[in-house]
């Protein structure tokens, strides 16, 4: 394997895990592939970085990379993940989460975990339904469009990720596709790099289940669609809103500062250990 490629020897459990369970066309490998890349990027040790992750297609990463893993509860990475950032603040915390995952029974905790500007990173893979358990509707789901649970078309408005996210408080909010690879790979980096509660939402094809019930065509087409129909935040800004409608907008949302939740807490320890009101 090439130097600048060293993923199978020195980022994969290659041969302990693989072969993987993604359905072919799925791009959870490449929201994969691009986390690896972001952290290699930024020179960080293995032993430095955790990554935890719910239940659902997108939280088998962790099975596959070598770095500290957690994979936890459907819906709950996020408690898991604070968990773990409290008790060792020095560790990078990555939470990977699919749209229903994060926002449907973990919607709680993602509100919160945002709320307190918690330093992590959560990537969440959009693929618009839940794609390990048969396809059923997710909370991401557009509207009219047909799923194992919505076969006559949904009905129900769907979360736009970013927007909740901004509006809950994270610092740094950005989306991707798994098209723009190189484009993600370096969102990816912006949000690791950033203090506080970071969200990157990346859009990813779902051949076997959504795509086959919208007949959106086979995972190159719907990998074309991505292309087709997304602008980055450039774009985006010289068009009028009836140009921008059914468009997906990549790139950074927000970018702010404000305390992070670890260092408020310690120095609060810190301060009532000092006052003496309590024993060391």
Not at 189 to 210: D, H, M, Q, W
Not at 239 to 252: C, D, Q, S, T, Y
Request: charged fraction near 25%; charge should be neutral.
């Amino acid at each position: 394997m090439p130097a600048e490629f060293p993923y199978e020897h020195k980022y994969l459990r290659a041969k302990k895990k693989f072969p993987h369970v993604w359905c072919p066309g799925c791009g959870i490998g490449i929201v994969m592939g691009s986390i690896i890349r972001a952290v290699d990027s930024l020179g960080w040790s293995k032993n430095e970085v955790m990554v935890v992750s719910g239940i659902g297609c997108t939280s088998r990463m962790p099975v596959y990379l070598d770095f500290n893993t957690l994979h936890t509860m459907h819906g709950r990475a996020l408690a898991f993940a604070t968990g773990i950032k409290l008790a060792n603040p020095e560790l990078r915390i990555i939470a990977v989460m699919g749209d229903g995952d994060a926002l449907a029974i973990g919607g709680n905790h993602i509100i919160h975990s945002a709320r307190r500007n918690i330093d992590i990173t959560a990537v969440i893979v959009n693929n618009y339904n839940y794609g390990m358990t048969g396809g059923q509707h997710s909370p991401t789901t557009p509207l009219e469009k047909i799923t194992k649970t919505s076969p006559y078309g949904m009905v129900e408005p769907e979360f736009d990720i970013c927007e909740l996210l901004k509006a809950a408080g994270s610092v740094f909010v950005a989306r991707g596709t798994v098209y723009h690879v190189i484009e993600l790979d370096g969102l990816i980096r912006k949000a690791l790099e950033k203090k506080g509660f970071s969200v990157v939402e990346a859009i990813s094809p779902c051949p076997t289940n959504y795509g086959r019930d919208n007949r959106l065509g086979d995972a190159v087409r719907m990998m074309e669609s991505l292309r087709d129909d997304s602008v980055n935040v450039a774009q985006a800004a010289r068009m009028k809103p009836e140009e921008l409608a059914g468009k997906i907008v990549r790139g950074v949302l927000a970018d702010r500062e404000a305390p992070e939740y670890t260092d408020l807490y310690l120095e609060l320890c810190r301060r009532v250990r000092s006052s003496g009101e309590v024993g060391e």
